[in-house]
Every structure is written in structure tokens, then in C-alpha cells.
């Protein structure tokens, strides 16, 4: 049962939220439902991504009203990826609970996870059964899923999303990896250790609409893609040889043409295939080797992955403080 707020909580659950007003009591009415039928004590990490609707005021009330409920705020919208680091950097328990905020990761799953984590796993992930959504998203995750097992040099689980739990000691390792552009279900994959995956159907979003644009999960398939391993840009070698070989090919067949049967002037197609075919390889291949410059100049920047807001100190509060000083020194 809930310990003092001094002691670290045995569960931590970690939730990003952006503009999820309609979501926000019903997750929490469902999840403490969840977590009063466990012997854990735990807290409610909820952190708000830079919202522009109620979402920040709920927070607000849900920590006033209940204890387990810990709020970050982030100073503006940061995205999915940083607002869940955010939230892990925040969580202080022993097992560490990543879910999304539209209870498609239904918080009844919970009591599985803790069961495994108990049984000796340090990371229980689910698994994608079937999906409620639109056949083209369902499409679009199945080609993201497949490219990313195939470019990806280390295996990260196909179907399994963020929704999962991490014994302290995964936490510790991924909080150790220094990058910024953060890809968390990669890193967690990355870290290792005993990890196991649960399967579920995933249920439609309960209210909304996706906080995910395309252009959001088009970066989101993109960042997963070239910060996991260079075999993109392996590709991109391959591509060449392959397209280094044909023109030798052709190089041979133009030169044999015009020595025997001379018929060269003809092929007018032809040649405009080869050429918009070594246009789009080379752009291609720019395309790929760019966005690993993207990565890197974004890493060697080094700014933070996200900015807490902090509360702002009143006027009267920072009078005080600044006397306090003064006297000390
Ligand atoms: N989210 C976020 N920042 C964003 C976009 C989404 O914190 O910029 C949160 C969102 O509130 C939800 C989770 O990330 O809790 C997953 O988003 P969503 O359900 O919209 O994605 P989908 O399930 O459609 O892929
Ligand atoms: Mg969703």
C-alpha cells in the first residue's frame, strides 16, 4: 500500500500526453483501478507535452487529489519520444510501466507485466495481436515494422511498440546511452538482459484524435531506422554497385552495337529510364546519407531531448530568497 512519498515507490508508470483531455480521467480511474488490485505501491508519472487544451489544468487536479500522481511539464511540444524519456529520467521505482495516454494499452495488462517482472524478466514489452485502426495505418506500421527488423543491426521485436515494463537496472542502462534523438523501444532492445513479450489486441483510441501527424510518424520510422545501425547506409553502397554494374553492362552492349550491328541512334526510352533510374539512385542514396548527417549534427549539438517547465518562483519568494543569501554571505 502506498508508502510516504519520501520512499521510492515500487511501480512507476510513465505517461506522455499530448492534448488528451477526453482520455485523461478515465486513464486515471482505470489505471489506479489496476493498481489498487496490486501489493505495490506506486506513482503516476504524467507528463504533459506542451499541450494546448485542458490536458496541463487536469494534471494539476489529478496531483492535488492524489498522491501517486506526479506531473511534468514540458515547455513546449517535444513529441512522444522525449516526453517518455522525460518521464523515465523522472520515475524513481524499482519496475518502470511506459504506456500511451488513449488507453490502447489497456492498464489491466498491468497485473501480466508485474507477474513476469516478479518471475525474473527486466523488460516485459507487449506485442501487437490485431489493431482497431484504418487500413492504411495498419499498412503503413507493417511495412515500418518489417524494414526496421530487416535494416535494424540489433533485433528490435516486431509489433512491439512502446508499451512495456523495465526493471530499474534496463532503466539505468538506457538512461546511460548518451544520445539525444531518442528512439525508446530501440534502446530498450539495445540494452539487453532477460526481456520477454506479451500479446494483446490493440483496442482503437478511446476518444480523439491521433496525436500522431504523418509527418510525426514519418520522422518517428525515420529516426528508428538510421539510429539503429548503418545498414541503410550499406544500402546505399549496394545500390551503387548495382548500378555501377549495369552501366558496365550497357557500356558493353553500346560498345559492341556500334562496332557490329550498328542500330545505336534507336532507343530514345531506354535512355531516358537509365537516366531518371541513376537520377533517383543517386538522390536516394543522398537522401539516406543525409539523414545520418541530420543525426549527427543533431547529436553534436548536444542540446537536451526535452525542457521541463519548472514552476515560476512568485515576486514575494524570490525577495526572500535573495535576502537569505545577502545575509549569508
Ligand atoms: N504524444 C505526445 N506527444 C506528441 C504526440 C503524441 O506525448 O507529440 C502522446 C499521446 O498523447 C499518446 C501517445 O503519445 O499518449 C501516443 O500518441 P497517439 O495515440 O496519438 O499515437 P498513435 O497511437 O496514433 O500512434
Ligand atoms: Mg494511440
Known sequence: MPRSPMIAPEISVVIPLFNEQENLVELHERLTAALDQQDHSAEIVLVDDGSNDLTPRLLQVLAANDRRVVAVHLSRNFGHQAAVTAGIDRARGDAVIVMDADLQDPPELIGRFLELWREG??????????????????????????LLEALSEHPIPRDAGDFCLMDRRVVEAMKSMPERVRFVRGLRAYVGFRQIGVAYDRPARAAGISKYTLSKLFRLALDGLVSFGGRPLRLVTYLGLISAAMAFGLTFWVVLDAVWSQTAPR??????????????????????????????????????????????LNPARRISVGIQVRKAS
Open 267 to 312: 532507343g530514345w526510352a531506354s535512355l531516358i529510364i537509365v537516366i531518371l533510374f541513376m537520377g533517383s539512385v543517386q538522390l536516394l542514396s543522398l537522401g539516406i546519407v543525409g539523414e545520418y548527417l541530420r543525426l549527427i549534427f543533431l547529436e553534436a549539438k548536444g542540446r537536451p531531448s526535452y525542457i521541463v517547465k519548472e514552476p515560476r
Open 121 to 146: 524478466n527486466d523488460v516485459v514489452y507487449a506485442v501487437r495481436q490485431r489493431r482497431k485502426e484504418g487500413p492504411a495505418k495498419r499498412a503503413a506500421y507493417a511495412l515500418f515494422y518489417r
